[in-house]
């Protein structure tokens, strides 16, 4: 039995390297949102523009391992879209992110809200749902006030 390369031999090495490669660049790239301590609440210095208004703002605690509090801001404009935006502090780095493995290990519709997760500091900020109108229309304001803080 001789050994020659095969066809076979080439797409299999092509598949792992399909799998390999994009995988570590992944790795090697993205790196972990620094846990630091921030004075405020970050969704609380967002500036909405006209026709949007904050007509609910509720003190909340998940109860989640590490939770220390957060707020809870209903988002309205003047077409009564509506928009949930919560926050909460963390302990530790480990428990924020512990928060957000499980958050993403769950379906939609299974454990998990049609929204997404912002990591800022030691806050998590949940939005839900994730990218309708409102949100696009005062995403400069928020991404400004975020850098700023």
């Given at each position: 039995?001789?050994?020659?390369?095969?066809?076979?031999?080439?797409?299999?090495?092509?598949?792992?390297?399909?799998?390999?490669?994009?995988?570590?660049?992944?790795?090697?790239?993205?790196s972990e949102v620094p846990f630091r301590e921030i004075p405020s609440d970050p969704?609380?210095?967002?500036?909405l523009p006209d026709g949007y208004t904050v007509t609910l703002v509720?003190?909340?605690?998940?109860s989640l391992p590490g939770a220390l509090g957060g707020k809870t801001y209903v988002i309205m404009d003047r077409n009564g879209n509506r928009v949930i935006v919560a926050t909460q502090a963390f302990a530790s780095a480990e428990e924020r992110d512990a928060v957000i493995r499980?958050?993403?290990?769950?379906?939609?519709?299974?454990?998990r809200q049609a929204g997404g997760l912002i990591v800022h500091g030691q806050y998590i900020i949940s939005v839900t749902p994730a990218d309708p109108d409102i949100i696009q229309a005062h995403r400069a304001a928020?991404?400004?006030?975020l850098s700023e803080i």
């Open positions: 039995m001789t050994l020659t390369p095969r066809m076979e031999h080439g797409l299999v090495l092509l598949l792992v390297l399909m799998v390999l490669i994009p995988c570590g660049l992944v790795i090697a790239i993205v969704a609380e210095r967002v500036v509720n003190s909340t605690t998940w499980v958050y993403n290990a769950n379906a939609i519709g299974r454990g928020v991404a400004s006030a």
